[in-house]
């Protein structure tokens, strides 16, 4: 009767070595790829989104967390504590103390219509935080893309707003603000779980084939506030002296015209006085009245000739005035 035989009877030992060392490296690399698929690490600034066959599930801090293996669980690690931004009408090629820009590719981020039709070309950055990982992933299909066509058409509709002179010169702050604030607006009504931290106008100018004319109209203006300026500066000289002047010529004028009044009214009180007498003694009041004008006008006649009422003699008068010249001159 003929022997049975039984599989791997007649197997070499060497073969069945392998078999084992072979079983063994298998389990291992089992192991490890359960070790790799299970075991994340999630750094200080992130923080890990878990989901649990593509369903969200958790949220783990930061430190080494495990997740179920083999891909039954899904980590995403999100930089919540890191400050991210986006740049708009160029892009940083390498940062540094001398950082560099390439800006050519990116014209048409740039270019923006004003209020007044005219064209600037607008460089800017924001600057922004992710408050909400949940929010980020879930909400909003690529929270990134959508934040950038928010950026660009928030900002496309305040310049749109205002005047070129405006966004060039002092309304590039109010600008800035305005783009943060309405921003954050559409961030919120997106719950897209993103915080806006700032909003910075890196440069604005106008377009390059433009620029030399820009130019001379910028000068132009600032020779016209000049000369405005130097206008305002003479008639500040000028003018609160000529006001100084007829304010003293109106006050000197008011004081004569005072003096005058006063005069006059104690004219009229005199001679109402003289009336008031003449009416009581009218010989007396004359013959009074006619020697205080004699008083007064004789001594003012240089050679004087005194004649009888018919005129046919002439009395001797002393030219006391030549005497006492005389006398003074002898002195």
């Known amino acids: 009767m003929a022997k ?28 490890l ?18 989901l649990r066959l593509g369903k969200y599930d958790r949220t783990v801090p930061p430190g080494l967390n495990f997740i179920l293996p083999m891909g039954a669980e899904k980590m995403f690690k999100i930089p919540v504590q890191r400050q991210l931004k986006q740049e708009f009408g160029f892009r940083t090629i390498e940062a540094g103390a001398r950082s560099t820009y390439s800006k050519r590719p990116y014209v048409d981020e740039s270019l923006m219509l004003t209020g007044d039709l005219n064209m600037a070309d607008v460089e800017w950055v924001i600057q922004y935080r992710i408050s909400d990982s949940y929010q980020y992933l879930f909400r909003v299909r690529n929270a990134e893309k959508t934040l950038r066509d928010m950026t660009e058409a928030v900002m496309r509709k305040v310049i749109g707003d205002r005047t070129v002179n405006e ?57 016209r506030s000049t000369l ?11 003018i ?19 003096n005058r009044v006063n005069r006059s009214q104690g004219e009229v009180a005199r001679f109402n006085e003289l009336y008031t007498e003449y009416i009581l003694a009218p010989e007396v009041t004359k013959k009074r009245i006619y020697l205080e004008t004699m008083e007064k006008v004789i001594p003012l006649i240089g050679q004087k000739i005194i004649v009888d009422d018919n005129g046919n ?19």
């Open 4 to 31: 049975q035989q039984f599989p791997g009877a007649n197997i070499p030992p060497e073969i069945l070595a392998l078999r084992k060392h072979l079983t063994k490296i298998i389990v291992g690399v089992i192991v």
């Open 33 to 50: 790829i359960v070790a790799l698929t299970s075991i994340h690490t999630v750094g200080p600034e992130e923080e890990g989104v878990v």
């Open 167 to 223: 966004v060039l010169t002092v309304g590039r702050q109010e600008v800035a603000s305005t783009v943060e604030v309405m921003l954050q607006q559409l961030c919120d009504e997106y719950e897209n779980g993103i915080r806006i931290d700032q909003v910075v106008l890196q440069d604005v100018n106008p377009p390059d084939k433009v620029k030399a004319s820009f130019n001379e109209v910028n000068e132009a203006q600032q020779e």
């Open 228 to 238: 405005i300026n130097q206008a305002e500066a003479e008639y500040n000289r000028v």
């Open 240 to 258: 609160p002296r000529a006001r100084g002047e007829a304010r003293e010529m109106i006050q000197r004028a008011e004081g004569y015209a005072l």
């Open 313 to 331: 003699n002439v009395l001797p008068l002393l030219n006391l005035q030549t005497r006492q010249l005389t006398a003074g001159g002898g002195n």
